[in-house]
């Protein structure tokens, strides 16, 4: 497998800095994606496709590579039979489908670009063509034409997906959302693990001194305080108020919650086959927790809805030719040259993004846009990396890797 070492290359609308390389000649003309839509037909070609999964395999790279090594891509990391760059180029083709149609759907939330936004991305894409050397552009099939299209499109999605977030948030109510939070210790029956991880079961007398323990910390006037005088570890738990099932917790343990006020310690709760657990509610209304649970619900009323909107049209993919875009080239970054100035790039970049903050013709939805992180598989990356710098060519970086 073929080696690159890059420097990032800061985009304007995307929240991290990318590194881009690729090698392998495709029909970039060829019809990926054939797309019926009503009585409109619509493609997506080789070459765009291709464009965007080397562009999630390169962050994935940057953060993935050291910790699982250079044949990552052909390893099963899910443990469900197929490789990691298979997933992850299915990952790219449901992205593109919501990214269409998103855009399909501007017009539900009165979401267009403004000029300057238009001309923010323009700018965008010719500064990563500038900045990246011409072999690596070809390497990786970059067009500015493909630049542009991928930033449009996902800040069409950004603006799409939260305008219709917050308009089908408004059937939530505060009830749906209202999450009480507690911390709780555990004194765990189950037995005591050696170093090899051997258990061995314990004696009546040492689970009654558990049980004893529990009972100390559930009439102990600080519970913090008897917690750490006893070394047992305290969790902090969010449960939505009045739930009659939950996935993570025994519901004897939220049963107790529900009949404490804030700031009260339970009595001893015995779970069969784990041990003995004293709990103490910290919010009888956390809001943090509360605002979290809002909008889960509200990312899955979307899911909902796009999935309404995948059903209105017919997307076929020609997994034939899909199969010849490969991750056969690693991306790697190099250091931050010390001679580099990053006041001028940072300034440039931050121009840039201001314009792409700007108006909308519905400014409530572009306001909301910009402060949320977009949820897809980018989200383990896109918060690190935001400096620009230009990518250099791997003939030029022999030490690589």
Same mark, same amino acid.
């Given at each position: 497998m073929n080696n690159t070492r890059l420097k990032s290359a800061?985009?304007?609308a995307l929240s991290a800095a990318v590194l881009f390389t690729g090698c392998g000649k495709l029909d970039s003309d060829a019809t990926l994606v054939t797309i019926k839509n009503g009585d409109a037909t619509d493609t997506i070609s080789l070459g765009y496709a291709n464009f965007a999964a080397r562009y999630q395999q390169s962050m994935?790279?940057?953060? %993935? %590579?050291g910790y699982y090594g250079e044949d990552m891509w052909s390893q099963d990391m899910s443990g469900k039979g197929s490789t990691l760059e298979e997933e992850t180029k299915d990952g790219v083709l449901t992205e593109l489908e919501e990214q269409y149609l998103a855009k399909c759907h501007t017009r539900d939330y009165k979401i267009k670009l403004s000029e300057d936004q238009e001309k923010a991305i323009d700018e965008a894409a010719k500064k990563?063509?500038?900045?990246? =050397?011409?072999?690596?552009?070809?390497?990786?099939?970059?067009?500015?034409?493909?630049?542009?299209q991928y930033l449009e499109s996902r800040t069409y999605y950004t603006y799409v997906s939260n305008a219709a977030k917050e308009q089908l948030g408004a059937d939530i109510t505060e009830d749906d959302c209202w999450m009480r939070t507690f911390t709780y210790a555990v004194f765990e029956t189950t037995g005591k693990k050696d170093e090899e991880g051997n258990v061995t079961e314990y004696t009546e007398d040492e689970i009654a001194n558990l049980k004893k323990d529990a009972e100390e910390l559930a009439a102990a006037k600080d519970f913090t305080a008897q917690a750490e005088k006893l070394g047992v570890t305290t969790t902090p738990y969010s449960y939505l108020k009045g739930e009659t099932e939950d996935s993570t917790v025994d519901m004897s343990i939220?049963?107790?919650?529900?009949? %404490?006020k804030e700031g009260e310690v339970s009595a001893v709760i015995e779970v069969d086959?784990?041990?003995?657990?004293? %709990?103490k509610l910290d919010k009888d209304h956390d809001e943090d927790a509360s605002t979290?649970?809002?909008? =889960?619900?509200?990312?899955e009323a979307f899911t909902k809805l796009m999935d309404k909107w995948k059903e209105s049209i017919t997307w076929k993919v020609d997994e034939e030719l899909w199969k010849e875009v490969k991750f056969d080239t690693l991306f790697k970054a190099v250091e931050k040259e010390e001679t580099e100035e990053p006041a001028e790039e940072t300034t440039t970049e931050e121009t840039t993004e201001k314009k792409t903050e700007e108006t909308t013709s519905e400014e409530s939805t572009e306001a909301e846009s910009e402060e949320k992180t977009e949820d897809k598989t980018e989200e383990k990356t896109e918060e690190s990396t935001e400096d620009s710098e230009q990518t250099e060519d791997a003939s030029e970086e022999s030490d690589a890797n």
């Open positions: 800061g985009i304007a994935y790279d940057q953060f %993935l %590579l990563f063509m500038s900045d990246n =050397s011409k072999e690596t552009i070809e390497a990786m099939g970059a067009t500015e034409e493909y630049v542009k939220i049963t107790a919650a529900e009949a %404490l086959g784990v041990g003995y657990y004293v %709990l979290n649970k809002k909008e =889960s619900l509200e990312s």
